[in-house]
């Protein structure tokens, strides 16, 4: 069965950094690409960033560019977000996702149940 | 930048209905890269398809995509009391990015 666990969330100061992360079980985790993703109270889904298989490939969002670094420990089948100078914007449920295999990047086929950020003074 | 509009924003039917969920894009999605998720409150979303007309493992047969270019649909054939939810539509070219999601609430 596949699983992903998120871990690492909380309450946190505007400019303070946190790591998140996600823990994968059930499937050979180097063999798969995978993404963050984040949900703001009552809000959409918004895509945060994408990481390739070997750790190799990055893609991440504008909206977190030059504070969130997206990384990979395939021998630990651990995947982590470091986010950094957060603001109260950054307030959300983080999600990690197993990338669909097959062609395109940033579709996710099986999810963790999040782990919730609240930046506040 | 591509830009995702779902319509309709809220969509009111009954048990047994069908439903036609639209997803608009501002210029033509790489490769059909479309995906559409649903997600139901205090849940993780949930893939239903991708390529805008393959069903994910799993998605019964009554959730079905197709479309291609700026326009896609999700239609779901007689809605099941647990097909309320929020949908979202997704296009997973670079940078992947999702619409603003439909609500699909019972009438």
Known sequence: EVRLVESGGGL????????????????????????????????????????GRGGGFIQIADSVKGRFTISR?????????????????????????R??????????????HGTLVTVSS | EIVLTQSPGTLSLSPGEGATLSCRASQSV????????????????????????????????RFSGSGSGTDFTLVISRLEPEDFAVYY????GRPPLFGPGTKVEIK
Request: proline share 5%.
């Open chain 1, 12 to 51: 946190v100061q505007p400019g303070e950094s946190l790591r998140l992360s996600c823990a994968a079980s059930g499937f050979i985790f180097s063999d798969y690409a995978m993404n963050w993703v984040r949900q703001a109270s009552g809000t959409g889904l918004e895509w945060i960033s994408y990481i």
């Open chain 1, 73 to 97: 420990d395939n021998a630990k089948n651990s995947l982590f977000l470091q986010m950094s100078s957060l603001t109260a914007e950054d307030t959300a449920v983080y999600y990690c996702g």
């Open chain 2, 30 to 61: 790489t490769n059909n890269y479309l995906a559409w998720y649903q997600q139901k409150p205090g849940q993780a979303p949930r893939l239903l398809i991708y390529g805008a007309s393959s069903r994910a493992t799993g998605i019964p047969d």
């Open chain 2, 89 to 92: 539509c997704q296009q997973y």
């Open chain 1, 99 to 112: 990338d669909h295999p097959g062609p395109g990047d940033g579709v996710s086929d099986y999810w963790g």
